[in-house]
């Protein structure tokens, strides 16, 4: 059995060798690699032919820069998997994990096969286990329902979504990865939650297993990790892809819980960044008006409800005030 391996890269020149390296000495060797150089300005383009010379399972392509979907997109339609599998050009794999998650197909033949990640700390070398989600076992349609009504979005409990909410550490049947990548399409923040959640609503089984082989790095220059001056947009432009996609009201609950917390992670990274209050201010009334179903009443938590009033009425200077002094004292402390 086939397993295409897509790999966008977009300089990454300091941390992918370490990336193809884990791909190319895997213990599962029917793979072919594809990898997509989405108009890189460092040297990974060369990097990338480098290894293709060294390998006749990698297939480089070279193209303008479009963004991780247009580049998923370009890889998948030269593929041949039949199962197919994203990797971030900047983390990198457990040596079986291709071996391990294929063993789990020839047992259940499922559409999916989940498995764990460890969050790796770039600058300091340390790892740690995510936590466990979803729960370990089979889900057929039943169970992959509940579990899309219950906490796909957001759990309650843990503050998070029960489903990772990235492609990467997944095992992809190939019929289903045309329409997750199609629905991708138009997105720049928070594009595979979507994409992963429009795959659920499609397949019949997932597995999910308990081996942690995928290894996501954290580094500061992560798109993620940063303020932009389209972030509030862009996440707007998410939610909306959400409503479009659940039909079936799965979400009613889960929604403006998720809007709640993306409101308050973009509005702590702006006062990070030393964005002025007056603008972020503007932007939350922007983004509260444009998600009026996100925020209706009815559907929010007695904890969430007093967030937004909070945010709302300038609670923002509170927490530019901890940053702030947070900042000062940090200069003086050893």
């Known amino acids: 059995m086939l397993i295409s391996v897509i790999v966008p890269v977009y300089n990454a020149e300091k941390y992918l060798r370490e990336c193809l390296d884990s791909i190319v000495n895997q213990t599962y060797h029917n793979i072919e690699i594809i990898l997509v150089d989405d108009g890189s300005t460092d040297a990974s383009g060369a990097i990338c032919d480098e290894y293709a010379d060294k390998d006749i399972r990698i297939k480089v392509i070279h193209s303008a820069n479009k963004g991780v979907t247009a580049a998923r997109i370009n ?28 063993d789990t197909v020839m047992e259940d033949n499922n559409d999916i096969i989940v498995c764990q990640y460890i969050n790796y700390d770039s600058k300091n070398k340390k790892q740690e286990k995510s936590m466990l989600r979803p729960p ?5 349609k039943e169970g992959i ?45 928070n594009e595979d939650q979507v994409g992963i959640f429009a795959l659920l609503l499609r397949i019949n089984s997932m597995s999910v297993i308990q081996d942690y082989f995928y290894y996501y790095r954290h580094h500061s220059v992560q798109a993620t990790a940063v303020y932009t001056d389209r972030l ?67 559907f929010a938590s007695r904890k969430n409800k007093i967030k937004k009033l909070l945010i709302k009425y300038k609670f923002i200077v509170i927490l530019k005030m901890i940053f702030t002094t947070k900042s000062f004292l940090n200069r003086f402390i050893v």
């Open 75 to 102: 890889a998948f339609e030269t593929s041949s998997g039949d199962y197919i599998t994203f990797v971030d050009a900047d983390d990198f794999l457990d040596c079986n994990m291709f071996k391990k998650m294929l």
């Open 136 to 140: 370990i076992g089979i889900y057929y």
């Open 232 to 298: 509030w947009e862009r996440i707007a432009d998410s939610m909306q892809r959400f409503r479009e996609l659940d039909r079936n009201d799965y979400l009613t609950i889960q929604l403006p819980q998720k809007c709640f917390l993306m409101l308050f992670e973009c509005t702590i990274k702006a006062i990070k960044c030393g964005i002025d209050i007056t603008i972020i201010n503007r932007e939350i009334d922007k983004y509260l008006i444009r998600l009026p179903y996100a925020f209706n009443a009815e």
């Open 145 to 189: 329902v509940r579990l899309l009504k219950k906490n796909f979005l957001y759990n309650e409990k843990t503050g998070m979504a029960e489903m990772p909410p990235f492609l990467c550490a997944k095992l992809i049947k190939r019929e289903f990865v045309q329409e997750t990548l199609n629905v991708e399409v138009g997105l720049s923040y």
